[in-house]
């Protein structure tokens, strides 16, 4: 019997039609499926080997703050299955390598002398904001993007972050933290009047974008109950967005709400 392979296919950040076409294929004749809570199940639905029985369906899916399989857990599991033969597809939320753990389950299917590949997938970091109508870039308004967690304290990781108004910082996993993370962008340089954007469930129905300051986000989050998962962008390219109101960065606005609403597809 030879070895399984193992594919870590990113699925992108919820849409089932924002997976690679590679990423659909392999999970088309996949023997075993090992799926995470942001990965977009509903495609799974869909595949007839699923359906049929024949590939078997892992969910290891987390909440935050419940960790019902651990990481190591997840390791051996895809392992297993590779050592038994079958080929696997570990999908995963968003991009497979963007704060998403991947790196740790290569080296697991490495160390196992399993072969592994990465499909990469479209990340959250940069899709959710666009389903908000915000480019992290923006000729004349940010030249640059740097990309965080915000589930450990970010003061340590600033001095490396460009600080200047033409860089955009994206916050993954922000929201327990968010109160301390927007402290420390301002105590790291950024001034507490920069423009700041929480986007929740982007391309889910629950999609919502939630306009503040680094100095008064904690609060506005709070008062509105904002949930994960979102993703926050901190930098004048939020003035961008369709629900800004107020002086817009280069004074170049890309759509007013009625424009934005008369060219939704
Ligand atoms: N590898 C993933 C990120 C994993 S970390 C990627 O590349 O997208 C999980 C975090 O991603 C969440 O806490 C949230 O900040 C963000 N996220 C993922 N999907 C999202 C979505 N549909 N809407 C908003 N945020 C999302």
Redesign the pocket.
């Known amino acids: 019997m030879s070895t399984g392979r193992v594919w870590l296919v990113g699925g992108g ?2 849409d089932p039609e924002l997976i690679t076409v590679k990423g659909l294929r392999l999970l088309e004749r996949a023997d075993v499926i090992v799926v995470d809570r ?1 990965a977009p199940r509903a495609l799974l639905d869909e595949l007839p080997r699923v359906l049929g029985g024949e590939t078997l369906v892992v969910d290891v899916g987390k909440q935050p703050g419940h960790h019902p399989v651990r990481q190591s857990e997840i390791n051996a599991l895809i392992v297993e299955h590779a050592l038994a033969g079958r080929d696997v597809v570990r999908l ?5 390598f ?3 753990r991947g790196g740790e389950e290569v080296a697991a299917c490495v160390e196992a002398g399993v072969p592994v590949e990465v499909v990469p ?1 479209v ?3 940069v899709s ?1 904001p666009a389903a908000a109508g915000i480019p992290l870039t923006h000729r004349g308004v940010a030249r640059g993007f740097t990309v965080l967690s915000g589930h450990d304290d970010v003061s340590g990781l600033l001095g490396g972050v460009p600080g200047g108004p033409e860089h955009t910082v994206v916050l ?3 929201i327990a933290g968010l109160a301390h993370t927007a402290w420390a962008l301002v105590e790291g340089g950024r001034p507490a009047d920069t423009p700041v954007a929480i ?6 129905p629950r999609q919502r974008t939630t306009l503040a300051t680094l100095g008064t986000v904690a609060q506005v989050a709070a008062e509105a109950g904002v949930r ?4 926050v962008v901190v930098g004048d390219v939020v003035t961008l967005a369709p629900e800004w109101v107020g002086e817009v960065a280069g004074g170049q606005s890309m759509w007013t709400p009625e424009r934005a609403r008369a060219t939704a597809i």
């Not at 994960?228 to 993703?231: K, S, T």
């Open positions: 950040p919820g942001l995963k939320g968003g991009d497979p963007v704060l998403g997938g990340t959250s970091a959710v993954l996993m922000a986007v929740e469930d982007g391309f889910g994960n998962p979102a993703v």
